[in-house]
């Protein structure tokens, strides 16, 4: 897996979703431009895949457009499945659900 910090610039809710908890799958890029490209590739991954490699991978991963401060971290929540959330100055914040939907 490529290092470095990941910027996520989509989401995909599942149908009739709206939360945090509904989030099936990111799109994110690694926020570097590789020509002859005039912008990131743009790279996706499931809710399930996201969060492994955030809990045992230590990615840094941020919400495109939101203050650098605002990281992407997994919620584990008691007997469900975990799902991501954004998170500034350790408060959840909702701009990751702010993000444009494919």
């Given at each position: ?11 995909r ?87 444009p939907?494919?």
């Amino acid at each position: 897996m490529s290092s470095g910090t990941k910027y996520v610039t989509r989401i995909r809710l599942a149908p009739d979703g709206y939360r945090h908890e509904h989030i099936e799958e990111i799109e994110y890029h690694h926020g570097v431009v590789i020509p002859p490209y005039d912008s990131p590739e743009l790279h996706y991954a499931s809710v399930s895949v996201a969060a492994l490699l955030l809990d045992e991978h230590d990615w840094d991963v941020r919400v495109s457009g939101a203050p650098e401060t605002v990281r992407l971290r997994t919620v584990h929540p008691y007997g469900r499945p975990p799902y991501l959330r954004g998170f500034a100055d350790d408060a959840p914040t909702n701009d990751l659900l702010d993000l444009p939907h494919y």
